[in-house]
T-cell receptor
Framework: DAKTTQPTSMDCAEGRAANLPCNHS???????VYWYRQIHSQGPQYIIH???NNETNEMASLIITEDRKSSTLILPHATLRDTAVYYC??????????FGTGTSLTVIP | GAVVSQHPSWVICKSGTSVKIECRSL??????MFWYRQFPKQSLMLMAT?????????EQGVEKDKFLINHASLTLSTLTVTSAHPEDSSFYIC???????????FGDGTRLSIL
């Protein structure tokens, strides 16, 4: 199962775009990339997922490189409520999620 | 849509008792449900995968006799922590998916404290 690598922490100014990178260099051809976030003491919240094309929804955009070895989650206008731990996950062969350490994003007023 | 309800949200009990946690998919049928545990300031650790009507598949190092999982219907899975001890105190989270490649949807977790 592919592993992911993310920076431990990041800061972002309120109102600015938050760009969260993720490396998944061992990803295989049919494995999707999923992004979730977890606010303290809650269950993870689904944000977005993709296979190889860029994706956008009401929460965020997902940019996947052409070789699929890395991706970036973009929160276009970060707010204080976006402060959370963000997890990039590559789904396992049995549909399992193996969480890495994630990126702790702090949005600064 | 895609709501997963977990109950109870918080439980405190004495050492040696068994505790059951329920996970329900409220508006979709979950062919697969997953159970995780999370210690403070750590990431989620997958404990087991359960498919409706079949035995759960446990991750390496997770005691199947300690953590009993039942997935009797397409909307309900339960995790029973048997003979719980203080070291079992943790945040337990379930998730559900209705088909392969679809996102997992998570419950809000159960905080278990064993005295």
């Amino acid at each position: 199962d592919a592993k992911t690598t993310q920076p431990t922490s990041m800061d972002c100014a309120e109102g600015r775009a938050a760009n969260l990178p993720c490396n998944h260099s061992t990803i295989s051809g049919n494995e999707y990339v999923y992004w979730y976030r977890q606010i303290h003491s809650q269950g993870p919240q689904y944000i977005i997922h993709g296979l190889k094309n860029n994706e956008t929804n009401e929460m965020a955009s997902l940019i996947i490189t052409e070789d699929r070895k890395s991706s970036t989650l973009i929160l276009p206008h970060a707010t204080l409520r976006d402060t959370a731990v963000y997890y990039c996950i590559v789904r396992g062969t049995g549909n399992q999620f193996y969480f890495g350490t994630g990126t702790s994003l702090t949005v600064i007023p | 849509g895609a709501v997963v309800s977990q109950h109870p949200s918080w439980v405190i009990c004495k050492s040696g008792t068994s505790v059951k946690i329920e996970c329900r998919s409220l508006d979709f049928q979950a062919t697969t449900m997953f159970w995780y545990r999370q210690f403070p300031k750590q990431s989620l650790m997958l404990m087991a995968t359960s498919n409706e009507g079949s035995k759960a598949t446990y991750e390496q190092g997770v005691e199947k006799d300690k953590f009993l999982i039942n997935h009797a219907s397409l909307t309900l899975s339960t995790l029973t922590v048997t003979s719980a001890h203080p070291e079992d105190s943790s945040f337990y989270i379930c998730s559900a998916a209705n088909r392969v490649y679809q996102p997992q949807h998570f419950g809000d977790g159960t905080r278990l404290s064993i005295l």
